[in-house]
């Protein structure tokens, strides 16, 4: 079943996170944090097919080893609260290859992400099912939110726009300091970009569709900026999937089969308004013909 899958956030440390243990847990290496002191190692993950650094023209060719490249970051980033990295996670389409999936994200990726100049550490994954469940093919990405200058440095996030006043000049605060906005260096992290890629990838997949002759598409679009009149399902993940292949009922999966059959019912009462119209319409038409004379019209 063709499926469209596409989420984004933030590496942080102010969660507690690390780029190094999120970069070692996506590919399933051991890597070593030179921020921390400590490795953080996923070589016993399961589900890692194959993963890749894709670098831009001016980036250093030595942050084409992952833990070089983390640690670079970790490194460029001193706040402790310090935002790190963009994490995708994409869902890829059972209808295509293993081979197929994995040149069309590369693609996307080179296209979309690279062009920008962005550093991507990319990790496809795949795990067995068990008792025949349905695949569940997707891939991973980690993206510096710092971006890289033409030199190989890494520049700013931001810069500061200041306020001005009607003459020109820069307005100070209660403080004596001056007012400033802080502006992204960047469009990685607005809403329209991400609504761009969603749609880039949206098309990618369809376009691969009709290359093979499959009538499905998929819809970056809500259900409701669609005009679909359904609810929407919550994303699992593989956790919980696999508990609930295990027999195991979770919180999402109760919530996702109360949706199902809630769809299941508005779909067969919209089956049945239908149905109706379409008897009211004929009985229109049949009313409208005209009408063979009666007795009480002709006394």
């Excluded at 790190?84 to 040149?103: P, T, V, W």
Aim: charged residues 30%.
């Amino acid at each position: 079943m063709a499926l469209f899958h596409f989420t984004v956030t933030q590496t942080k440390r102010s969660k507690g996170q690390s780029a190094i243990a999120s970069a070692a847990y996506r590919s399933g290496e051991k890597l070593y944090s030179e921020y921390y002191g400590e490795y953080s190692d996923y070589t016993r993950k399961g589900g890692v097919i194959c993963s890749d650094i894709l670098l831009p023209p001016h980036a250093l060719k030595e942050y084409a080893d992952r833990q070089t490249l983390w640690n670079a970051v970790e490194k460029a980033e001193r706040g402790k609260n310090a935002q790190l990295a963009y994490s995708f996670e994409i869902s890829l389409q059972n209808e295509f290859s293993l081979e197929e999936n994995i040149a069309l994200a590369r693609e996307f990726l080179f296209r979309e992400f690279v062009s920008r100049g962005m550093t991507v550490d990319v990790s496809f994954h795949e795990k067995e099912c068990e008792d025949g469940g349905t695949p569940n093919p997707h891939f991973h990405f980690l993206c510096p939110i710092r971006p890289m200058e033409q030199d190989g440095t890494w520049g700013i996030k931001q810069r500061r726009e200041y306020v001005l006043d009607e003459e020109g000049n820069r307005i100070r605060d209660a403080n004596g300091k001056y007012v400033f906005n802080a502006v992204p260096t960047t469009d990685w992290g607005s809403p329209e970009t991400l609504e761009h890629w969603r749609e880039a990838w949206a098309e990618m997949c369809n376009a691969k569709f009709a290359e093979k002759g499959l009538d499905v598409r998929i819809d970056h679009r809500s259900y409701e900026r669609q005009g679909v009149e359904l609810l929407p399902t919550v994303h699992e993940g593989a956790t919980v999937r696999a508990m609930e292949k295990k027999g195991i009922r979770t919180e999402k999966g109760e919530f996702n089969r109360w949706i199902r059959a809630t769809n299941a019912v508005i779909r067969d009462i919209k089956k049945k308004i239908a149905l109706l119209f379409d008897w009211i319409a004929e009985a229109k038409a049949e009313l409208a013909k005209p009408q063979a004379p009666d007795l009480v019209s002709l006394l």
